[in-house]
């Protein structure tokens, strides 16, 4: 994978410098944005990078990015711009319009209860992806890469299915830069680095201490551990091959993990002693609470009981 200054399609034109209008060469088309990366403000991917899907997974899993993806549809909506009229009929400009994209996901009660915390102003900044898996994303002043600037940012009310169509949720985001959206933005074909669609969302999972004849509450001197972990978007699905590092317990190092069928499992401890014992996952590369198992990003619940 090449670093990403070196293949990046930046737009250099603007207002008072050289036109360079040829049309020879094979130049950069961007289609239907149909994934949104919702980058924190301040984050930046510098130009140096070597633009890598765990390199943006690990930006998933620390929170710095939230990705949207695979819309059903989309719908970009474009404000005008603005021009005075003089009273001898000469026009300028008097304002830039901006615009605004709605992306409308098809993806379930849980996911609809997560957009919501996407509303706001100002608290992210958003990188585009089209249908063919291309970047989308605008140039700092240094050089490197970021989102585009936005301000609003609306989980719409959830639209109720009818008789003729299924439920759904749409979110809208205003970008409100004009420089970076005409000029001070770059291009990234998915054949050169990988398609923006491979990146993938963080899945809650909901831990217990339980086995299949219900609750088993820790006590004093045990050195197993008994959970039930599934995901919380059913409830239903469990999660295979956890391993030690995969979790972060308070009683100290977990020895070993196995799998006792039915989504439950058996964690291997050193004797608890009396206090408040917490179990959760955790990554201790990036020593955050989201973990990678086999390539699904996994976040549990932070699982808390007394110990006696």
């Known amino acids: 994978m090449a670093v990403i200054s070196t293949i990046a399609d930046k737009s250099a034109a ?20 149909i994934h949104a990366l919702a980058i924190k403000k301040g984050v930046v991917i510098p130009k140096t990078t070597d633009l890598t899907l765990p390199y943006i997974q690990g930006l998933v899993q620390k929170g710095d990015v939230t ?24 026009e300028a400009l008097a304002l830039k319009g901006l615009p605004k994209y709605s992306l409308t996901m098809k993806k379930g009660q849980n996911y609809y209860k997560e957009m919501e915390k996407i509303t706001g102003f100002g608290n992210f900044n958003f990188i585009l992806g089209d249908a063919d898996g291309n970047w989308k994303v605008a140039v700092t002043s240094a050089g490197d890469y970021t989102g585009f600037k936005t301000g609003q940012v609306l989980a719409a009310m959830t639209t109720p299915a009818t008789a003729t169509e299924t439920e759904k949720k749409t979110f809208t985001f205003q970008l409100t830069d004009r420089l970076e959206i005409d000029s001070n933005y770059s291009v990234f074909e998915a054949s050169n680095v990988f398609p923006i669609s491979q990146v993938t969302g963080v899945n809650g999972l909901v831990i217990s201490f339980e086995d299949e004849n219900g609750a088993v509450v820790p006590a004093v001197g045990d050195t197993t551990l008994k959970i039930k972990a599934v995901l919380q978007s059913d409830r239903i699905t469990g999660v295979d ?9 308070s009683a100290g190092a977990i020895s070993a993990i196995a799998d006792n069928g039915d989504n439950f499992h058996t964690l291997t401890v050193s004797a608890l002693t009396a206090g408040v014992l917490t179990l959760k996952t955790f990554d201790p590369s990036l020593l955050v609470g989201a973990t990678d198992l086999a390539g699904v990003l996994l976040r549990s619940n932070v699982l808390t009981v007394t110990v006696a």
């Open 14 to 33: 603007q207002g008072g410098g050289d036109i360079n209008t040829g049309d020879k060469g094979f130049d950069v088309a961007f289609g239907l944005v």
């Open 241 to 249: 091959g956890m391993a030690p590092a995969n979790l972060l317990t």
């Open 67 to 90: 990705p949207f993806m695979d819309a059903f549809s989309s719908e970009p909506i474009m404000s005008d711009d603005v021009l005075e009229t003089s009273p001898l009929l000469v």
